[in-house]
C-alpha cells in the first residue's frame, strides 16, 4: 500500500480523500493556491504545497506543478478527486511517465468516455442503450437540422465535451434550430474550447439514475448499485438520493446490468459512474432507460451510495489503484435504508441563484438526528470565507435512515438546524424542497424543481417579533437578576440610566426602529416606531438561543430560513468603502453590475472602478487613490457586504 499520497484538490473532496487516507495510515500531501493558504484541506493534510495563484489555470489545474510537487514530496500516488483534472487523460499520462500511480481510470478508459458523441458510439457496440439521437462527427447546420426532425422535436443539443450541465440547449420548434445550435457551439467553445454538438431526443418526464461501478487490474466489474439525482435545476443536481425511489427488481436488474457491460466494454478499473436518463412517463420500465455518459472519477454524490453499502469508495479507489483485487464480490454488496445529499452553496434562490460570496461568520451544522445517521462534507470552517475563485458550494449535507420517507424527514431536519450567516445561502431553498409534497412523493423527475420554483424559492419576510428579537439582541440587553438597570452591565450605557433606548435595524431596503425599555424582572419590552406599528413584543433576552451576531449584522435563524439585519445604514458606509485602504470592499451586499478596469490597469484617483447595484439603485465604487489593480470582482458576481471587490498592488510592487 501507498506510504503518501497527493490530493490534487480543494474543498470538501480534498479533505474526504484525506480523512479515508489517515484510517488506512497514508499520510497526505495537500496542495493549495494563494486563495487557499489557510484553506481546511492545508490544515487537514499531513504537509502542503503552495502550488500557485487564485485562478485554478495557474493552481489546481497546472499538472505539471503538481506532479512536481509530488515527486518532491515523495508522494507515491496522485488522488485527483472531482472537477479540475479528474478526467484529463493528458494528465494521467504525465503522472504515470513521472513514474507516480493516478489513482484512477486509465488514460485509456476517460478518453473512451471524454467525448459524450464517441462514448455513445462504444455503448451501442457493446450493446448498451443509449439515448436516441445523432451521435456522428457531422456538424453542418443542414444535417444537423435534418436529424433533429428525424428524432423528431423536442430535441436537446449537447456538447459532446460537456460537464456540468453547461453546452446544452432544448429545443422544441424546428424554426428555432439554427438559432439555438448556434447558441450551444459558442457555449460549448468558450466552456470547453471544443464546439461539436450532439443531438438527442428530448426524453419525456426524464429521471436521472446513475449506476456506481467499480473495476479492479484484474478485469474484475462490480456495481453498487444506483443513485437518483433527478432533482435538478438547470440540469445540475441539487438533492440525491440512494436507492432511486420506485425502483423495481426488474429495473434495478436491467441498469445495473448495463452499467456493469459499458464499463467491462472498455477494461474499466476504479470507481465510474454510468448515467442513464429514464422515461417515466409510465413508472420505471426496463426498456425506457438509455446511457447519456460515463463519469470517469469519484462523483459528488457519491456519500449515498457509501451510506447505504457501508463501503467507502474512496478506500477501494485506493486499493484498487494500488494493485489490490475488489474488496467484495458482487454477492457480498448488499442495500441498507435511504441515503440523502443536499448540496449546500453560496448562492441566492430568490435572486435566480446568482452565485455569492462572503465570509462565513457563523457557521453551524446539527450533530445528531434522532432515528438518522448524519454526515457533514465541508471544506470550510467558520471564519473561512467563500471566494469568487471556485466552486460556491459550502457543504454536503447527507443523512441516512432506514426508509425513504423517515430520511427524508431528517434531511429536512438536519437542513433547519443548519446555520449559516455570512453569505447567502440555499438552505431555506433546499429545506422547501425536502418538505415538497411532490419530491415527498418519490414521483420525481427532472422538472419537478422549475415547475415548483416560485413556491421553493419564496423568501418569508421576518415576522414583527423577529425584528423584535433582533433590536433586542442589537441593544445588548442582558439579563442580570441583581442590576436595577438591565443596560448597567454594559459599559457603554453606563453612565447613563434611561429604561429605554431606541434601535435602528436595517432589512432589505427597510429601516424599522425599535424602542427598548427593560424590567426589573429582566424582561424587555420592545415596541416598533412608525405607522400601524402599536404591537409591544414582551421579550426575555435568552429567548431565542438561534442568533448570530457578526460584525455589523444580525442573524436570526427561524426553521431552515435566516433573517440578516444590518445595524449600521448601509448607504451611509458606502461613502466610507473609498478608504479602506489596499482593498475595496462591498458596502453591502448586492450585485456587481458593471466592471470598469481590469487586473495590472493603472487607476487614477475618483475613477469609476465597478458599479454595484444593492437596495435597487446602483452604486459607483471609485479608486480611493492613484494606483494598480491587482484583482477586481467579476460582473453578475452577487456579493456580501465585506466581500473584496478591488484589490490594488503593493505601492511600489
Ligand atoms: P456530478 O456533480 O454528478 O459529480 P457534474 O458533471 O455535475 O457531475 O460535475 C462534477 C464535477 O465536475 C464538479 O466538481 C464540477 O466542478 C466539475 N465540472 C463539471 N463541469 C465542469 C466544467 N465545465 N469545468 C470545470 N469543472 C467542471
Ligand atoms: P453533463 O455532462 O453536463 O452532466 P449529461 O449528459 O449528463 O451532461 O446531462 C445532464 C442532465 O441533463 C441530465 O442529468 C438530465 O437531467 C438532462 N438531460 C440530458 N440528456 C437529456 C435528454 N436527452 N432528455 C432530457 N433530459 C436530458
Ligand atoms: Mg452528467
Given at each position: ?230 432533482a435538478?435545476r438547470?440540469?445540475?443536481?441539487v438533492i ?109 434562490p430568490a435572486?435566480?441563484f ?72 440555499n438552505?431555506g431553498f433546499l429545506a422547501q424542497l425536502a418538505r415538497d409534497p411532490e419530491f ?8 419537478l424543481i422549475a415547475r415548483r420554483q416560485e413556491a421553493l424559492t419564496r423568501l ?100 431552515a ?93
Amino acid at each position: 500500500m501507498f506510504k503518501k499520497v497527493l490530493i490534487a484538490n480543494r474543498g470538501e473532496i480534498a479533505v474526504r480523500i484525506m480523512r479515508t487516507c489517515a484510517r488506512m495510515g497514508i499520510s497526505t500531501v495537500a496542495i493549495y493556491s494563494d486563495a487557499d493558504a489557510r484553506a481546511l484541506h492545508v490544515a487537514t493534510a499531513d504537509e502542503a504545497v503552495h502550488i500557485g495563484g487564485a485562478a485554478a489555470a495557474g493552481s489546481y489545474l497546472d499538472g505539471d506543478r503538481i506532479i512536481a510537487a509530488a515527486k518532491a514530496a515523495g508522494a507515491e500516488a496522485i488522488h485527483p478527486g472531482y472537477g479540475f483534472l479528474s478526467e484529463n487523460p493528458d494528465f494521467v499520462e504525465a503522472v504515470e511517465r513521472s513514474g507516480l500511480v493516478f489513482i484512477g481510470p486509465s488514460a485509456k478508459a476517460i478518453r473512451a468516455m471524454g467525448h459524450k458523441d464517441a462514448a455513445k458510439r462504444l455503448m451501442e457496440k457493446a450493446g448498451v442503450p443509449v439515448v436516441p439521437g445523432y451521435h456522428g462527427e457531422a456538424q453542418e447546420v443542414v444535417v444537423l437540422a435534418t436529424k433533429a426532425r428525424e428524432i423528431g422535436y423536442p430535441v436537446l443539443i449537447k456538447a459532446r465535451a460537456g460537464g456540468g450541465g453547461k453546452g446544452m440547449r432544448r429545443v422544441d420548434d424546428p424554426d428555432q434550430f439554427a438559432d439555438a445550435l448556434a447558441a450551444a457551439k459558442r457555449e460549448a467553445k468558450a466552456a470547453f474550447g471544443d464546439a461539436q454538438v450532439l443531438v438527442e431526443k428530448w426524453i419525456e418526464k426524464p429521471r436521472h439514475i446513475e449506476v456506481q461501478v467499480f473495476g479492479d487490474r484484474h478485469g474484475n466489474v462490480v456495481h453498487l448499485f444506483e443513485r437518483d439525482c433527478s432533482a435538478q435545476r438547470r440540469h445540475q443536481k441539487v438533492i440525491e438520493e440512494a436507492p432511486a425511489p420506485g425502483m423495481t427488481v426488474a429495473m434495478r436488474a436491467a441498469m445495473t446490468q448495463a452499467a456493469v457491460k459499458a464499463a467491462q466494454a472498455i477494461g474499466y478499473a476504479g470507481a465510474g459512474t454510468v448515467e442513464f436518463i429514464v422515461d417515466a412517463s409510465k413508472g420505471l420500465k426496463p426498456d425506457r432507460f438509455w446511457f447519456m455518459e460515463m463519469n470517469t472519477r469519484l462523483q459528488v454524490e457519491h456519500p449515498v451510495t457509501e451510506m447505504v453499502t457501508g463501503i467507502d469508495l474512496v478506500e477501494w479507489q485506493i486499493r484498487i489503484a494500488a494493485g489490490e483485487a475488489l474488496p467484495r464480490a458482487q454477492e457480498e454488496i448488499a442495500l441498507s435504508g435511504h441515503a440523502f445529499e443536499a448540496r449546500i452553496y453560496a448562492e441566492d434562490p430568490a435572486r435566480d441563484f446568482l452565485p455569492a460570496t462572503g465570509t462565513l461568520h457563523h457557521l453551524r451544522f446539527p450533530k445528531e438526528l434522532p432515528g438518522a445517521s448524519i454526515r457533514v462534507e465541508t471544506g470550510v470552517r467558520e471564519g473561512d470565507a467563500v471566494t469568487p475563485y471556485y466552486d460556491p458550494m459550502i457543504a454536503k449535507l447527507v443523512v441516512h435512515a432506514e426508509n425513504r420517507k423517515n430520511a427524508l424527514a431528517a434531511l429536512a431536519v438536519a437542513l433547519d438546524g443548519t446555520e449559516i450567516a455570512g453569505s447567502t445561502v440555499n438552505t431555506g431553498f433546499l429545506a422547501q424542497l425536502a418538505r415538497d409534497p411532490e419530491f415527498a412523493s418519490g414521483r420525481v423527475d427532472t422538472g419537478l424543481i422549475a415547475r415548483r420554483q416560485e413556491a421553493l424559492t419564496r423568501l418569508p419576510e421576518p415576522a414583527p417579533r423577529i425584528a423584535a428579537v433582533a433590536a433586542l439582541a442589537a441593544s445588548g440587553a442582558r439579563s442580570l437578576p441583581d442590576a436595577p438597570d438591565p443596560f448597567d452591565a454594559i459599559p457603554a450605557y453606563a453612565h447613563f440610566h434611561p429604561l429605554t433606548h431606541r434601535r435602528t435595524l436595517h432589512h432589505g431596503d427597510q429601516s424599522s426602529t425599535f424602542a427598548i425599555t427593560g424590567h426589573r424582572d429582566g424582561r424587555f419590552s420592545v415596541r416598533p416606531e412608525g405607522d400601524g406599528a402599536d404591537e409591544i413584543f414582551q421579550l426575555s433576552v435568552d429567548a431565542n438561543p438561534r442568533i448570530a451576531a457578526w460584525p455589523g449584522h444580525l442573524t436570526i435563524f427561524e426553521g431552515a430560513s435566516s433573517h440578516t439585519f444590518r445595524l449600521h445604514d448601509p448607504l451611509a458606509l458606502a461613502e466610507e468603502a473609498g478608504s479602506a485602504g489596499e482593498s475595496l470592499r462591498a458596502p453591502m451586499p448586492g450585485l456587481v453590475k458593471l466592471v470598469r478596469a481590469a487586473p495590472r490597469q493603472a487607476v487614477k484617483k475618483g475613477q469609476a472602478l465597478l458599479v454595484l447595484e444593492a437596495m435597487k439603485m446602483e452604486h459607483t465604487i471609485t479608486a480611493p487613490h492613484d494606483g494598480v489593480v491587482a484583482e477586481i470582482a467579476a460582473e453578475g458576481m452577487q456579493v456580501n457586504d465585506g466581500t473584496v471587490l478591488v484589490r490594488f498592488e503593493e505601492q511600489g510592487a
